[in-house]
């Protein structure tokens, strides 16, 4: 069975950055792409950045030049910089890994920006 599993969430402080992973693993299929998405109290899941098989990345605006994602394919890990933190960026951020068969959610990861 698939699982993923994320860590890195915290509290830091505006202007602040944190590290997001997320770890799949019991998969047969190769992973092709990595997304990660956030939701904060009140609003839509919303796509933060995605990172396709061949490396391509897809940013929100509202992260650009702040978050970079990455993907270490032997480690089947996908992972989000956060850097510049802002009062906007709270939210619980979920990675979704999508194989040509299957789309799975990690359990989310709680950031919390506050001074």
């Known amino acids: 069975q698939v699982q993923l599993v994320e860590s890195g969430g915290g509290l830091v402080q505006p202007g602040g950055s944190l590290r997001l992973s997320c770890a799949a693993s019991?998969?047969?299929?190769?992973?092709?792409?990595m997304n990660w998405y956030r939701q904060a109290p009140g609003k839509q899941r919303e796509l933060v950045a995605r990172i396709t098989g061949g490396g391509a990345t897809v940013y929100a605006d509202s992260v650009k030049g702040r978050f970079t994602i990455s993907r270490d394919n032997a480690k089947n890990t996908v992972y989000l910089q956060m850097n510049s933190l802002k009062p906007d960026d709270p939210a619980v951020y979920y990675c979704?890994?999508?194989?040509?068969?299957?789309?799975?959610w990690g359990q989310g990861a709680q950031v919390t920006v506050s001074s």
């Open positions: 019991g998969s047969s299929f190769s992973i092709n792409t």
């Open positions: 979704n890994v999508q194989t040509s068969i299957w789309s799975n």
